[in-house]
């Protein structure tokens, strides 16, 4: 019923900075929450950041102060600025949404990008 499309990703040099967009498509009415979560080589899938009604971000602390994550609500798009960037932060990152699909919907449900790999190096 959704789909979310990530862009930007690629490779970057330590120190650098890489901006991520996530696009939102399909049935929606409204979205409660859009995040970026990542998924290091041998590591667990961790939040990164999220953003929910009224603005309220919430970020991991690996990442304060270096990320920043925005939406656009009207093109159903989430922005994750990525500066300062870090050889830990090599992985693949994917969008993540809470989706009403209409309006009779109480709750949201969850739906994920394809992910979009995002390399540290020199």
């Known amino acids: 019923q959704v789909q979310l499309v990530e862009s930007g990703g690629g490779l970057v040099q330590p120190g650098g900075s890489l901006g991520l967009s996530c696009v939102a498509s399909g049935r929606i009415f409204s979205i409660n929450a859009m995040g970026w979560y990542r998924q290091a080589p041998g590591k667990q899938r961790e939040l990164v950041a999220a953003v929910i009604s009224g603005g309220t971000t919430n970020y991991a602390d690996s990442v304060k102060g270096r990320f920043t994550i925005s939406r656009d609500n009207a093109k159903n798009t989430v922005y994750l600025q990525m500066n300062s960037l870090k050889p830990e932060d090599t992985a693949v990152y994917y969008c993540?949404?809470?989706?009403?699909?209409?309006?009779?919907?109480?709750?949201?449900?969850?739906?994920w990008g394809k992910g979009t790999l995002v390399t540290v190096s020199s």
């Open positions: 993540n949404a809470v989706v009403r699909n209409t309006y009779g919907d109480y709750y949201g449900m969850e739906y």
